[in-house]
Nanobody
């Protein structure tokens, strides 16, 4: 059974840093693009970042570009989101996802996603 499990969420002050992790299991996601989307309370889902299967190509939402960094370790079946200088508006539940291609990920056509981890940024 395919499974994506997020961890690393919590409370952080604006200007601090936080790293989210996503553990993939149950199938080979090595050929999948992976990434993160978020959803704040009362808001629609929002794309955050994507990374190609090789890790060579990354793509970010304008709202996080320059502050967040996505990476993956295929040997460990892990995906990470380094959040630097978070802002209160980054407060949301963050979800790890897998998509069959980077193009699908950018179109927000996700094939698998996890249960989410909450991030709260205080001012």
């Amino acid at each position: 059974q395919e499974q994506l499990v997020e961890s690393g969420g919590g409370s952080v002050q604006a200007g601090g840093s936080l790293r989210l992790s996503c553990a993939a299991s149950g199938r080979t996601f090595d050929t999948y693009a992976m990434g993160w989307f978020r959803q704040a309370a009362g808001n629609e889902r929002e794309f955050v970042a994507a990374i190609s299967w090789s890790g060579a190509t990354t793509y970010y939402a304008d709202s996080v570009k320059g502050r967040f960094t996505i990476s993956r370790d295929t040997t460990k079946k892990m995906v990470y989101l380094q959040m630097n200088s978070p802002k209160p508006e980054d407060t949301a539940a963050y979800y790890c996802y897998a998509a069959e291609s980077l193009a699908r990920a950018i179109r927000e056509e996700y094939d698998y996603w996890g249960q989410g981890t909450q991030v709260t940024v205080s001012s």
